[in-house]
Protein backbone atom coordinates (compact mmCIF):
# COMPACT_ATOMS: atom_id res chain seq x y z
CA UNK A 1 0.00 0.00 0.00
CA UNK A 2 1.39 3.28 -0.93
CA UNK A 3 3.10 5.69 2.07
CA UNK A 4 1.97 9.06 2.85
CA UNK A 5 3.80 12.04 5.36
CA UNK A 6 1.16 14.12 6.86
CA UNK A 7 3.06 17.59 7.68
CA UNK A 8 1.13 19.17 10.72
CA UNK A 9 0.92 22.65 11.50
CA UNK A 10 -1.18 24.19 14.49
CA UNK A 11 -3.45 26.52 14.56
CA UNK A 12 -4.10 28.82 17.19
CA UNK A 13 -7.08 26.97 17.26
CA UNK A 14 -5.65 23.70 17.04
CA UNK A 15 -2.98 24.18 20.35
CA UNK A 16 -6.26 24.80 22.73
CA UNK A 17 -7.01 21.30 22.28
CA UNK A 18 -3.76 19.54 22.48
CA UNK A 19 -4.19 16.07 24.40
CA UNK A 20 -3.73 12.55 24.22
CA UNK A 21 -7.31 11.82 24.24
CA UNK A 22 -7.30 13.96 20.68
CA UNK A 23 -4.31 12.32 19.58
CA UNK A 24 -6.01 8.50 20.53
CA UNK A 25 -9.19 10.05 18.21
CA UNK A 26 -7.23 10.94 15.41
CA UNK A 27 -5.32 7.85 14.89
CA UNK A 28 -9.20 5.91 14.91
CA UNK A 29 -9.85 8.18 12.81
CA UNK A 30 -6.82 7.44 10.34
CA UNK A 31 -8.06 3.73 10.51
CA UNK A 32 -11.39 4.48 9.97
CA UNK A 33 -10.35 5.79 6.39
CA UNK A 34 -8.09 2.68 5.88
CA UNK A 35 -4.49 4.00 6.89
CA UNK A 36 -2.19 2.50 9.54
CA UNK A 37 0.11 4.77 11.32
CA UNK A 38 3.44 4.01 10.97
CA UNK A 39 5.00 6.87 12.99
CA UNK A 40 3.71 10.03 14.72
CA UNK A 41 6.76 12.89 15.49
CA UNK A 42 6.23 16.14 16.95
CA UNK A 43 9.10 18.17 15.34
CA UNK A 44 10.47 21.94 15.71
CA UNK A 45 11.20 24.43 12.54
CA UNK A 46 8.63 24.68 9.24
CA UNK A 47 5.83 21.78 10.28
CA UNK A 48 4.90 20.89 14.35
CA UNK A 49 3.62 17.23 13.20
CA UNK A 50 5.23 14.48 10.74
CA UNK A 51 2.63 11.22 10.18
CA UNK A 52 3.97 8.73 8.20
CA UNK A 53 0.71 6.33 7.37
CA UNK A 54 0.09 3.56 5.20
CA UNK A 55 -3.03 4.09 3.31
CA UNK A 56 -4.96 1.93 0.15
CA UNK A 57 -5.45 5.04 -2.12
CA UNK A 58 -4.40 8.90 -2.60
CA UNK A 59 -8.52 9.25 -2.36
CA UNK A 60 -8.52 7.64 1.12
CA UNK A 61 -5.68 10.14 2.26
CA UNK A 62 -6.76 12.87 1.03
CA UNK A 63 -10.15 11.89 2.61
CA UNK A 64 -8.40 11.38 6.13
CA UNK A 65 -6.52 14.86 5.64
CA UNK A 66 -9.53 16.45 5.60
CA UNK A 67 -11.29 14.64 8.56
CA UNK A 68 -8.55 15.25 10.73
CA UNK A 69 -8.58 19.20 10.15
CA UNK A 70 -11.93 19.23 11.06
CA UNK A 71 -11.54 17.14 13.98
CA UNK A 72 -8.08 19.14 15.08
CA UNK A 73 -8.21 22.23 13.63
CA UNK A 74 -4.53 21.08 12.72
CA UNK A 75 -3.49 22.26 8.55
CA UNK A 76 -2.04 19.08 6.90
CA UNK A 77 -0.17 18.85 3.58
CA UNK A 78 -0.12 15.17 2.58
CA UNK A 79 2.61 13.94 0.54
CA UNK A 80 2.98 10.64 -1.53
CA UNK A 81 6.41 8.85 -1.24
CA UNK A 82 8.55 6.85 -2.86
CA UNK A 83 11.25 4.44 -1.65
CA UNK A 84 14.51 5.25 -2.69
CA UNK A 85 15.12 2.19 -4.73
CA UNK A 86 11.96 3.17 -6.54
CA UNK A 87 13.06 6.30 -7.08
CA UNK A 88 16.57 5.02 -8.65
CA UNK A 89 14.08 2.86 -10.66
CA UNK A 90 12.40 5.48 -12.08
CA UNK A 91 15.60 7.95 -12.55
CA UNK A 92 16.80 5.49 -14.66
CA UNK A 93 14.21 5.67 -17.07
CA UNK A 94 14.56 9.28 -17.80
CA UNK A 95 16.03 10.15 -21.02
CA UNK A 96 18.42 13.05 -22.02
CA UNK A 97 16.89 15.94 -23.58
Known amino acids: ?11 TEALQGISAERT ?3 VKLIEEHGGEVQSMYAVLGEHDL ?4 VFPSAEKAMAASLALRKLTGISFTTSPVVDVEEFDRLAGKVKDV
Open 50 to 53: VFTI
Open 24 to 26: KKA
Open 1 to 11: MPIFLLFGTYT
